[in-house]
């Protein structure tokens, strides 16, 4: 069993930045495919971003891609997702997940263990 708790969130100008992080626990993360979703108010659940592998490959939605950048650091057994450049269409709660198996990595139900989530507002 993995547990994940993400925090970071909360209330920004469309151009500032923020980074989340999400604290794992129960088991180590370096061997699973860790990714970040979002799901904004009367939308369904979004891929943002996702890191796999040994050599932390990282994958972005186009939606964020050059103003978001996923991380992980091992040794706190932590994920991160640093945030520039917000605009208020990235206001959303977002989530931490992890995938044992190396499933596709921009599909949600691909991901065995989630976090509540920490919710990120951008106003215009």
């Known amino acids: 069993q993995v547990q994940l708790v993400e925090s970071g969130g909360g209330l920004v100008q469309a151009g500032d930045s923020l980074r989340l992080s999400c604290a794992a626990s129960?088991?180590?993360?370096?061997?699973?495919?860790m990714g970040w979703f979002r799901r904004a108010p009367g939308k369904d659940r979004e891929y943002v971003a996702a890191?796999?592998?040994?050599?932390?490959?990282?994958y972005y939605a186009d939606s964020v891609k050059g103003r978001f950048t996923i991380s992980r650091d091992n040794a706190k057994n932590t994920l991160y997702l640093q945030m520039n450049n917000l605009k208020p269409e990235d206001t959303a709660v977002y989530y931490c997940?992890?995938?044992?198996?190396?499933?596709?990595?921009?599909?949600?139900?691909?991901?065995?263990?989630w976090g509540p989530g920490t919710q990120v507002t951008v106003s215009s």
């Open positions: 997940a992890a995938d044992r198996f190396g499933r596709p990595y921009y599909t949600g139900s691909a991901y065995d263990y």
């Open positions: 890191i796999r592998g040994s050599a932390g490959t990282t």
């Open positions: 129960g088991r180590t993360i370096s061997t699973y495919t």
